[in-house]
């Protein structure tokens, strides 16, 4: 059984040993433990200008309170009546003035062994417990941002809710081990933003005063990344805010403020898919849109990319064309952050050229990018993917804005060679101009001579068909005058919607002659008297007839 448990880096001011807090001891609000180095406190604190208490640990050297992890952050104290102590279990526990209990380390849970002290049993020095396995927003120099894959334990980052709230926010910071590993910031369950793929490279940056290096780890046991920096009087912090942003801070003595050295995501192309899939986010067209698709694919929708709208992203040119073993080829793209890698991607090989690694993915159909690269002490490394590109940044240098700083990595694109060339494309621009406007022309033309055809079969027609007609008669204009007397008023016996009836001289013209005269006359229509032509036109046949009748009827009287 556990005789008695020692709490490292951090020591109670009252005890007999300075740095320890044993099982006979506790520590109550207004009294706390300070690291050795004099950086660290544990005690109980209130956040802005909330009244709730919390067990936490803060810097002790910053003037602005700054808590690096709470304890009970979802379950706060409502007075001053807290009381942390080591039960005889061995576990941490946080009680209230009605011992209610408000947390505890649950060791039957927690991991059994690791590297950083902080609750040990005293007799062979094991590790029972750290809070360095249990971050709340903050990650500190030497804390591992991962997971233990055979203990399950994952560390990971979530925001407060607010400045006075430290409760679980919506913003978390963690490890994606899907595929090759990623670290994502998300919103609730959606990804916000991400790291490139595995492998990160072990890189140095240096500081005003010293340099901060990185460590990665990618093995059967565990999934990490460290940061830490040589001078230990750096202070410096990696925090996931309750306002979406994942920054890393300095302090500076001489201003006393914390100085934000890097932050994301904050530009547009930083957000995760702000160009949908099939497309890169150029974050230097500052003035013009910042979505592209990638070689060989458009729009998906071209209202929406017009509007400024990329997230619907691009799809494949000529979608109906095989893409497969049909002449296809890849395009070399460079300077880019490599697609999402957390679903439909894998490691071809482990040791493979940049030539074998493309036939290798030519091999299979569904292959849509691949990238080779340089994986630390293991060889080149082919990874492919199998499906969308989703959530590319394109890098205009070297350097990066981001967490983590990764060398130039080049991706392919499956692009197929069939596809037509810049003049072939113009040459089915044009003609797709060309040949509907000559449709359109003909059609044209071809109403217009119809039109002008029309117009003058109307004007003529009638006079030509009358004289076909077997039962009318052509009767020149001199006729016309002397039977109706110069077209005299007297004459005249009336007048319709078509023209003038005029009774005629039978003098001039037999009675046969006169009936079919009659007809004509009975719609006159004067069609152009500027060439000093009259056209008598006959529209009522079936009038004719009867009025023939009247007419007959009437000479015989």
């Not at 499956?414 to 044009?430: D, E, Q, T, V, W």
């Not at 006169?514 to 009975?522: C, I, M, P, T």
Request: hydrophobic letters at 35%; one cysteine or more.
């Amino acid at each position: 059984m556990i005789k008695s448990l020692i709490l490292i880096i951090l020591f109670f001011k009252f005890c007999t040993s300075p740095d320890t807090l044993t099982t006979n001891q506790s520590i109550n609000d207004g009294q706390s433990l300070i690291s050795k180095d004099n950086n660290y406190a544990l005690g109980f604190f209130s956040p802005g200008n909330s009244s709730h208490k919390y067990l936490g640990i803060w810097y002790v050297k910053v003037t602005q309170q700054t808590v690096v992890w709470v304890a009970n952050r979802n379950d706060p104290l409502n007075d001053s009546s807290g009381v942390l102590s080591i039960n005889q279990y061995g576990d941490l526990v946080l009680h209230d003035s009605n011992n209610r209990l408000l947390w505890s380390t649950h060791l039957s849970f927690m991991i059994q062994e690791t590297w950083y002290y902080l609750l040990v049993q005293d007799n062979n020095k094991k590790v029972l417990w750290q809070s360095f396995d249990h971050p709340t927003d903050t990650l500190l120099p030497n804390m591992k941002l991962g997971l233990y894959l055979r203990t399950g334990i994952n560390m990971f980052l979530t925001s407060w809710k607010s400045k006075d709230d430290p409760g679980t926010g919506i913003y978390s910071y963690k490890m994606n081990p899907n595929g090759p590993p990623q670290v994502f910031l998300y919103n609730g369950s959606t990804p916000y933003w991400r790291t490139p793929p595995w492998p990160w490279y072990n890189v140095s940056n240096a500081t005003a005063s010293s340099v901060e290096k990185s460590n990665f780890v990618n093995n059967q046991d565990e999934i990490s990344c460290t940061y830490f920096v040589d001078d230990p009087s750096i202070m410096t912090r990696v925090v996931s805010d309750n306002t979406g942003l994942l920054q890393k801070l300095m302090w500076d003595d001489g201003v006393h403020q914390w100085m934000e050295q890097r932050s994301t995501p904050k530009y547009r192309c930083d957000k995760y898919g702000q160009c949908g899939s099939y497309s890169k986010c150029n974050p230097d067209n500052i003035n013009m849109f910042e979505c592209m698709c990638l070689p060989g694919y458009e729009p998906r929708s071209p209202r929406d990319w017009y509007l400024r709208d990329g997230s619907k992203g691009c799809v494949r040119k000529n979608s109906g064309f095989s893409m497969c073993k049909n002449g296809e080829g890849f395009v070399k793209l460079e300077r880019l952050k490599l697609p999402d890698s957390s679903f439909d991607a894998a490691w071809i090989g482990m040791s493979m050229s940049s030539s074998e690694c493309e036939q290798a993915c030519l091999t299979h159909c569904s292959c849509t990018a691949f990238t080779s690269m340089n994986i630390d002490g293991k060889g080149t490394g082919c990874l492919a993917w199998y499906g969308e590109l989703m959530d590319i940044l394109q890098f205009t240098d070297e350097g990066s804005e981001l967490m983590f700083v990764w060398m130039q990595l080049t991706k392919y694109i499956r692009k197929s060679k069939g596809s037509p060339s810049k003049k072939r494309k113009l040459a089915i621009a044009l003609l797709s101009i060309a040949i509907p406007m000559f449709l359109v022309s003909l059609l044209a033309y071809i109403w217009l001579m119809k039109k002008k055809k029309t117009k003058g079969s109307f004007e003529g027609n009638e006079l030509k068909d009358s004289g076909t007609h077997p039962d009318l008669l052509i009767f020149n204009l001199s006729c016309m005058v002397a039977a109706t007397e110069n077209f005299s008023p007297t004459n005249k016996l009336g007048q319709g919607g078509f023209g003038s009836v005029f009774k005629v001289q039978l003098q001039f013209i037999d009675i046969v002659d006169y009936l079919a005269l009659l007809s004509v006359l009975y719609s006159i229509t004067v069609r152009n008297r500027t060439n000093g032509v009259i056209i008598f036109t006959n529209r009522l046949d079936d009038l004719r007839k009867i009025t023939l009748i009247k007419i007959q009827k009437s000479t015989r009287k």
